[in-house]
Every structure is written in C-alpha cells, then in structure tokens.
C-alpha cells in the first residue's frame, strides 16, 4: 500500500511567490497533519484536519499560510507570499483517529 | 519554548555499544511516542507509552516511562550502524503531538 504522498519533494522559489505544497493522505485515514521542520525550532505541529474539518490552526506561524482540505484524499499548504524565514522540511501526515501517525517523505522548501 | 527537553543532543558510538536518550517533559501528557527519522524522510514511530512505569521493548531497544509520566527513556543494546537516525520523543494530546528537539545517534562500523 502506498504511504502518504507529497509533492514536490523539493522546491525552490523566490521571496515573494506564491507556493503550494500538496498531500495525499493514507486511504481511510480521516486525520490529516501538516508539520514543518526546521533545525532551530525542531518539528511543529502548523495545523490538523479531522474528516477534511480544520481542526486546530494555532500552530500556523502567520496569515501568509493556509491550508484547505477539499476532500479526503488531498490536502495543500500554501504560502503567499514566501518569504526566506519560510526555508524548511513540510511533512504531511495521517492517521485513523488517536492511532499511529504516519509520515510522508517530506517537501524541502528553500525561498531565495 | 520546548515543553519536552532531550538528551544528549548528540551521541556517536561504536557499533556494539550500548546508548540512553533520555526525554523530560515540563507537562503530563496523554501518550508519549519515540520516532526514528532518517535523512530525507519522514519520522516513523517505534512506541508509544502511556502508563507511569511502564516498560516496552522492542527487539534492542527498551523504552521506559517515569513513573510520574514526564520522563521517558531510550536504551539501545549493542547498537548496530543501522540505528544511526535522529530520535525523537513527543507528548500527544487530543490527537496533537508535541516533539522535542531530538537526539542525533551515530553508530560508528
């Protein structure tokens, strides 16, 4: 079975522009995460989706992030306008209720 | 500010040895899980704790619990080059996970 997929799984873009990052969560996993990952702050928890409902966005660092869930199977993190402080790993997870998250592959962003 | 502080940051050992990660919590959480992530991917769990005192062992590995559920360690037997990873610990609560900063395990051939 497939995992939970990402893409891209790099991306490198100007200050500025527009990104979007998208995820395909586990089939039947009704819990969606979108975590970032930098060396100075670690791994952060930016928001979570249950049943394609936000759930809980307080981890999401400003209004230029925003994510949407528009069905079960597809999620996106978009940045606008990005900026250099943006660098990171974004992971997507899921999961089925309060079981074990798994994590995808990761997107590398790097905004110049 | 890191509500759950790890030990030591890094560790580089022969294969063979034996290692302890240590995990401290300033909060009781619901569950807490350790997670091996390697270069370019993502975390994978290995165990979650749930009761104070508790013991699970997997394989070489042996997790335990405090028993007051703040405190959570890691102790690999005869490691081998493939437990090199960042390990991390991390506190979940009403399905949200809060990790610490991870400790950066190097076994040495």
Not at chain 1, 6 to 28: A, N, W, Y
Not at chain 2, 2 to 8: D, G, R, T, Y
Not at chain 2, 25 to 46: A, I, K, N, T
């Amino acid at each position: 079975d497939a995992g939970v997929i990402q893409s891209p799984r790099h991306e490198v873009t100007e200050m500025g522009q527009e990104v979007t990052l998208r995820c395909k969560p586990i089939s039947g996993h009704d819990y969606l995460f979108w975590y970032r990952q930098t060396m100075m702050r670690g791994l952060e928890l930016l928001i979570y989706f249950n049943n394609n409902v936000p759930i809980d966005d307080s981890g999401m660092p400003e209004d230029r992030f925003s994510a949407k869930m528009p069905n079960a199977s597809f999620s996106t993190l978009k940045i606008q306008p990005s900026e250099p402080r943006d660098s990171a790993v974004y992971f997507c997870a899921s999961s089925i209720t309060d079981n074990e998250q798994f994590f995808g592959p990761g997107t590398r962003l790097t905004v110049l | 500010t890191q509500l759950l502080e790890q030990s030591p940051q890094f560790l580089s050992i022969q294969e063979g040895e034996n290692l302890t990660v240590y995990c401290n919590s300033s909060s009781v959480f619901s569950s807490l899980q350790w997670y091996r992530q390697e270069p370019g991917e993502g975390p994978v769990l290995l165990v979650t704790v749930v009761t104070g005192g508790e013991v699970k062992k997997l394989k070489r590995l042996t997790f335990q619990f405090g028993d007051a559920r703040k405190d959570s360690s890691l102790h690999i037997t005869a490691a081998q080059t493939g437990d090199t990873g960042l390990y991390l610990c991390a506190g979940e609560d009403d399905y949200k996970l809060s990790f610490g900063a991870g400790t950066t395990v190097t076994v040495r051939a």
